[in-house]
């Protein structure tokens, strides 16, 4: 049968977007040379009103062009940067109106690929947008739903990632399991506990298998950013003293090692600090390096090395990272401990949150068969080993990392919207 919606994983890294037709080997839609993902980035050329999107985003700023990068998008939703604007070729850009141009694209590539319009659609959701604040977080819904209605999707329903996962492997199990899913993504953790099973895939309401959902706003973005601050961000000057004694303030560090702050440095105001900073600095070869990042504008590609060592670290002791970019020679050796030390405290914040839900469904850890792995960070080790230490019995899936959200969004979509 062929769905007549389709379901949207907006990702904080990458998105997809899935629907279920008969024949295909995945519900995923080839979004960007004949790849089911798209990266969540925007480049906005300088030099003339050309937007480009997904890679072609990334490769344009990569390769120097003129212009302004823009990345993990969804991080802005529940925020109050989600009502204010940015500065893009000389012009005040709200970020509502970005969102709303990369789904816009989002649903135009999907079309494309399917070959038909889709109105009626299924988006992902973290169990949380934002934590510990119920109304900024039904906020962020409304507002991802009014975009979305705003691009053409006639009828929006979510459904929670975690949840969308489950359904992914659902569809290839052979006997009833409980599992817990653990979705890692690019900026947030979430999880759900769930009895699945061949003789209850078929059902619309599944409230009735779910035992607990949970999640915290940590995810692949904030490993990157603590790793960077206690590797790249050092070189610059992070930690650095004054002449007066005092500490070098932190606030540029922290807005580069974030995805979705690091325009916020290229500002005057900003740039104009960090001068009077320089000349106030105790090391001013380390100043004179964040001065030269801020004047050619690699911040994000920093953040990619970054990102680019992590994932290194996954499957080797050390990397080497090169800033060459920056300053001729200048490279930092980073190690899978520091690595551990830079993201332990928030391995463990997951970890609390994954003990939590247990507890608040009742459920020893030896009653749990399976846990089920997604999310572009699942396989960061000292993740991998603290669960594993929490549910010792459990056996180990590893999920499509970048696709299960978007397989199981299809599936709910074509069950829930037909």
Known sequence: MISNACGVDFGTSNSTVGWCRPHAASPLLQLEAGKPTLPSAVFFHAEDSEVSFGRAAVQDYLEGYDGRLMRALKSLLGTPLMEGHTEVQGRALPFRTLLTRFIAELKHRAERAAGRAFDRAVFGRPVFFVDDDSAADAAAQDTLGEIARSVGFRHVEFQYEPMAAAFDYESRVGAEELVLVVDIGGGTSDFTLIRLGPARSGRADRRDDI??????????????????????????????????????????????????????????????????????????????????????????????????????????????????????????????????????????????????????????????????????????PLLRERVSTLLPAARQVQGDAFGSIGTGLALDAARRLG
């Not at 979705?260 to 100043?287: G, P």
């Not at 680019?308 to 980073?334: F, H, N, Q």
């Open 211 to 380: 035992l607990a959902n949970g999640g915290v706003h940590i995810g692949g973005t904030d490993f990157d950013k603590y790793l960077n601050l206690r590797t790249a961000m050092p070189l610059l000057g992070l930690g650095s003293r004054l002449v007066t004694g005092k500490d070098m303030p932190s606030t540029p560090y922290f807005n580069l090692a974030s995805w979705h702050t690091i325009n916020q440095v290229y500002a005057r105001k900003s740039v104009a600090m960090l001068s009077d900073l320089y000349h106030e600095s105790a090391e001013k070869e380390k100043l004179a390096r964040l001065l030269e990042l801020v004047k050619q504008r690699t911040g994000h590609w920093v953040a990619f090395q970054v990102e680019e060592a992590k994932i290194a670290l996954g499957d080797s002791p050390t990397v080497r990272m090169d800033l060459e970019r920056i300053e001729p020679g200048l490279a930092c050796e980073i190690t899978r401990r520091d690595l551990d030390s830079a993201i332990d405290h928030l391995v463990a914040r997951i970890e609390q949150t994954l003990a939590g839900l247990l507890r608040s469904a009742g459920i020893p850890a030896s009653a749990v068969d399976t846990i089920f792995f997604t999310g572009g960070s699942s396989s960061v």
